[in-house]
């Protein structure tokens, strides 16, 4: 069956870093394009940051654009992203998300928790 597992989250002070990693399996991994969305307490889910399904194409939210890194590892199923400069504003349930092509199938992460505070 499909999973995707997400890893890495904690809480960090401001300024600091997090990698957040997710593991997949089920699927053609190498196929799908990756994304790492984001929800916060009483706010939408917000997609963060996309991958392509060869690892050549990035794009990212405005809001991380600079601070946070996506990769992938399509020898190891692994999608990952590196966080610097974590503002309290990051904080939220981070979700791992692999989108087929087309647009179809989309699965979906239990989720991992990153908190920024001091």
């Known amino acids: 069956q499909v999973q995707l597992v997400e890893s890495g989250g904690g809480l960090v002070q401001p300024g600091g870093s997090l990698r957040l990693s997710c593991a997949a399996s089920g699927f053609t991994f190498s196929t799908y394009a990756m994304n790492w969305y984001r929800q916060a307490p009483g706010k939408e889910r917000e997609w963060v940051a996309q991958?392509?399904?060869?690892?050549?194409?990035?794009t990212y939210a405005n809001s991380v654009k600079g601070r946070f890194t996506i990769s992938r590892d399509n020898t190891k199923n692994t999608v990952s992203l590196q966080m610097n400069s974590l503002k309290p504003d990051d904080t939220a349930g981070y979700y791992c998300?692999?989108?087929?092509?087309?647009?179809?199938?989309?699965?979906w992460g239990q989720g991992t928790q990153v908190t920024v505070s001091s």
């Open positions: 998300n692999a989108l087929g092509p087309g647009g179809f199938p989309s699965y």
């Open positions: 991958v392509g399904s060869a690892g050549g194409r990035m």
